[in-house]
């Protein structure tokens, strides 16, 4: 079959506030073809930005858009999807967004062509089984210790094992309220359940205060410290992973949402000591990478998360990508209640069984369904002129 | 002082070819101030796609445009500058484009604060002298050997002591046909003139087929053997250099170009075993982030080498990075006639003194001066609008 048409649509609540809430808007991709079919794909990226990368004009040979590497392509076999995959990163070589726009185009292309071979995504890009997965609710912290316990509280009552709580005031105080936060977070969730903290980079370069707020939330029975200093510091995420083990506290270093291309995330694998990496599908160009990076942690013994802060349609692409690897058993999972992303898929999704584990589906594709009618009621209509053309303008779904 | 504006323009050649030339088209940033100043700046990136991350809309904390992070900021120094970088930084941390769009404001900002300072950018970063640099003229192959040779003969017959040869048929045909291009260049050039080689990432990740090209090129008294390799293959780079070293092939490699942020260029200088780091300061996230790889590279004992392939305003912005490094003693030099390119700081720019060397200018800031009248003749006029209200209109300068 032969890609015919792909579309981009922006979607938003009315409101956008300044939290490191990522369900507050969204990138669609739509892949059509000759034949009938469809496949979806989400970016976690900025719309607009992303947008642009489908249909600027071209600068010279390294800044081609996303567009012209695929309309127009055939595409029948894993194989084509990954040379499309490349042909893209070809054609965008000096187009630093690149990444993150084709994300969307990758996830609906492997889509489209489970829909055409009557096939599973995990199946296609080469896994055997579809293991269960644990997931973990990913919640931001509240803004103080209360409202923190009151989150913990409302996710064990909705059945959670294992939750993440992140960003908010952590680390913006001492040490004794960074404590009281995440003491809050147990107090809530009881004992039994996994508790992990994302520092959300907060540390910047500043091993000891990472290091100390490691040993105090180890002994919380937290199981990573998430970001706990930016994504580029890589020597001193070693220093800070070097510390962590030679003195026997008992936390996992995780990291890699910043991870923008294979390489990025292999250098914080090879390089930074991790023993957790989050690797973001909508963010590293799609299932193609991301399976990369799951094969490469796998080889190194490294445990391979998704980070996933997006609709039900992300949380089914990040799963297929791990899906055959039975050790990496968990899997972010957000819990916000944002109707725009809780609306893209419904009524599908990637739902918990009654033993509270998720799975990647055994549908053909990726196994969720988009809703058009939450596109149309969130749609934000984008128009691009140059030189008085029309270079891009949104559509209805 | 204060920036109150932030003025974006894509200038472009009316027809863009697909070619690895990068002078056909442009985006030049104006920030001004409320004294009246005015500072400029110029990314090597697609214009509408950075264009884009000065003005989307806010999707959550971690992704919130450049003009947001620097319009009503107070600039008086180099740690303001240095201070609004990194706030456009964190404002864009999930802002994939962001360094490369940030690299024009960022070079705006240390020319403003020259003017207004009465300082030089080289002085304002840092640096205690100002050295002679050697330029080389950077250019693509021709089709064939004897076109390649009729170019090299050109560049001898206007005064350059140095050539880079890129891109074009190279290691598209065969090992002959390779060498007979460099030879062609290298007879064009006469024995005297350094020659450098530009692979443009052509052999991907296979290392014997580079290594093959090193040692044959070496022969040819090449100087360096650039891009090789894709950026993302750091192993593959550290074979191919290790290779050559333990073999004791006279040749250097280089690399670089497309690092986006400053770990990206540490993790090659780190491990990828380069010779010769290549930084486009108009990727790179500017001045700021270009002068921390100079700085690094001159810890490590690696040569650092400006990339550049747009105008003048580019090639002073590189030459302040390492203009106090005096082992640092080549600078790329486009040597195209791209009439946008060479128009745009017309009459002024750097150019070569009677010994054939170009060296970062006093005057204050970057020492050359942007003409109004050529953004004029090449503007494309971009509008961007979302929900039916204008986000964005291109404005003459």
Redesign the interface.
């Known amino acids: 079959m032969k890609i015919e048409a792909i579309d981009l649509f922006y979607i ?1 609540l009315p409101k ?7 369900t ?2 969204s990138l669609v991709v739509r892949v059509r073809t000759d034949n009938g079919l469809e496949g979806w794909g989400e970016c ?6 992303s ?3 489908y ?10 858009n996303i567009n012209e590497a695929l309309l127009g392509e055939t595409i029948d076999s894993p194989e084509d999807v990954i040379r499309l995959r490349n042909k893209a990163g070809e054609y965008g ?8 726009a084709v994300a969307g185009a990758d996830i609906a292309m492997w889509d489209v062509l489970g829909k055409h071979l009557g096939e599973s995504v995990w199946k296609l890009i080469g896994h055997e089984a579809s293991y269960k997965k644990l997931p973990y609710a990913s919640v931001l912290f509240g803004d103080n210790p209360a409202e923190t316990r009151t989150i913990a509280e409302s996710i064990v009552n909705r059945d959670f094992r294992a939750a993440k709580f992140g ?1 908010g005031p952590m680390g913006r105080g001492s040490l004794a309220d960074d404590i009281a936060l995440v003491q809050a977070a147990r107090d809530g969730l009881g004992p039994d359940a996994k508790l992990m903290v994302d520092a959300g ?1 907060i540390w910047g370069d500043n091993v000891e205060i990472a290091y100390e707020r490691a040993v105090a939330f180890a002994e919380l029975g937290v199981t990573w410290l998430e970001e706990p200093l930016r ?4 020597g001193a995420y070693k220093a800070l992973s070097d510390n962590v083990r030679a003195n026997g506290v008992k936390i996992g270093i995780a990291g890699g949402e ?1 991870a ?5 995330a ?2 914080m694998m ?2 930074a000591g991790l023993d957790f990496v989050q690797i973001d599908v909508g ?1 590293i160009g799609g299932i193609t990478e991301a399976k990369r990076v799951a094969d490469r942690a796998h080889e190194l013994g490294i445990q391979y998360v998704n980070h996933t802060f997006k609709s039900h349609l992300s949380v089914a692409a990040s799963i297929h990508v791990f899906a055959g690897y039975e050790e990496f058993d968990l899997i972010e999972y957000p819990a916000g209640d944002s109707p725009l992303i809780l609306g893209l898929t419904a009524p599908s999704g990637i739902f918990r069984d009654s033993d509270g584990f998720v799975q990647a589906s055994d549908a053909h594709g990726l196994g969720v369904q988009v809703n058009p009618g939450a596109i149309s009621e969130y749609q ?9 053309e029309v ?1 891009f303008e949104s559509a209805q779904p």
Do not use: C
């Open positions: 938003s956008i506030t300044r939290t490191a809430d990522g507050q808007d976690d990226a900025s719309p607009l930005v947008m642009a990368a249909v600027m004009p071209m600068s010279h040979s390294n800044i081609i070589l000096d187009i630093q967004q690149l990444d993150h960003w980079v994504t580029e510091e890589v910043g923008d291309y294979f390489r990025a292999d250098d090879t390089n963010r934000r209509m984008v128009k691009i002129e140059i030189d008085g270079l």
